[in-house]
């Protein structure tokens, strides 16, 4: 990639998934897809780090799944981004679950974020970039998960 005639790295902030379109035909709790969960789940750690930065709740924020082409398709998405809002929701309010939930955001949290940290800012050298503890992020993750 190039910026102002210079070589940087790519930032590494858009995934491909192996998600194939006919895994969001028949979808419940039990059988999210792992790249759509991992999609969801970083929704909800971005949005919690927007809140962070803002310092409220009246920021908006959105998440685009693209998946298929195809409008008869669309329907079959929404399901299935419901099914793992709501599998990430139950996870929040089950004792065990929240537990398993944070240690798995955690995980993520370090590796999509703090370990690109470097790397963003050596594509975005205008913008200061620095990230919280995730402490502070699993709240305002509980917070953005209870506001539904």
């Given at each position: 990639m190039l910026r102002d005639g210079q070589e940087v790295a790519p930032a590494g902030i858009c995934r491909l998934t192996e998600d194939s379109p006919e895994q969001f035909g028949d979808i419940d709790d039990a059988n999210v897809p792992a790249g759509l969960n991992r999609a969801v789940s970083n929704y909800y750690?971005?949005?919690?780090?927007?809140?962070?930065?803002?310092?409220?709740?009246?920021?908006?924020?959105?998440?685009?799944?693209?998946?298929?082409?195809?409008?008869?398709?669309?329907?079959?998405?929404?399901?299935?981004?419901e099914a793992a809002v709501s599998q990430l929701r139950s996870a929040a309010f089950s004792n065990f679950g929240s537990g398993v939930l944070r240690k798995t955001l955690e995980d993520l949290y370090r590796e999509d974020y703090l370990d690109q940290e470097q790397s963003l800012k050596s594509s975005f050298p205008e913008v200061e970039i620095s990230f919280p503890g995730f402490d502070e992020v699993w709240s305002n993750v509980l917070k953005k998960i209870m506001s539904k």
């Open positions: 750690i971005s949005t919690a780090l927007l809140l962070l930065r803002s310092g409220s709740f009246d920021v908006p924020a959105s998440m685009l799944v693209h998946v298929s082409h195809l409008n008869n398709d669309h329907e079959d998405n929404r399901n299935a981004v």
